[in-house]
């Protein structure tokens, strides 16, 4: 099970950090996924990292802004959000895959985590 937290009301410019947090499992040797979704529209790519770390991939829309980042030992992986912008409002998903590559398609993720809604005002 995925557990995605510490989204929350922020202003334009701010800076933020959500985690997924795994339990029940380790996932360790799982690449994760951040996808973001607005009302109305699809679920997005946003970031992945590989199992090692070694590896990271993000949407152009966040690129320079986001950063991906994993601590295996606490089954933890991380999304660093600065510059904060109105268009970053969404729910934010994190999902996990055993195998890597493909990290922009959202159907090759196995496990998914409840959103944490991040909100960014002008």
């Known amino acids: 099970q995925l557990q995605a937290s510490g989204g929350g009301l922020v202003q334009a410019g701010d800076s933020l950090r959500i985690s997924c947090t795994a339990s029940?499992?380790?996932?360790?040797?799982?690449?994760v996924g951040w996808f973001r979704q607005v009302p109305g529209k699809e679920r997005e790519f946003v970031a992945a990292?590989?199992?090692?770390?070694?590896?990271?991939a993000y949407a152009d829309s966040v690129k320079g802004r986001f950063t991906i980042s994993r601590d295996n030992a606490a089954n933890t992986v991380y999304l660093q959000m600065n510059s904060l912008k109105p268009e970053d409002t969404a729910l934010y998903y994190c999902?996990?895959?055993?195998?890597?590559?493909?990290?922009?398609?959202?159907?090759?993720?196995?496990?998914w985590g409840q959103g944490a809604q991040v909100t960014v005002s002008s």
């Open positions: 029940g499992r380790s996932f360790s040797r799982c690449a």
């Open positions: 990292i590989s199992w090692s770390g070694g590896t990271t």
């Open positions: 999902a996990a895959k055993t195998y890597s590559g493909n990290y922009y398609y959202l159907e090759t993720y196995d496990y």
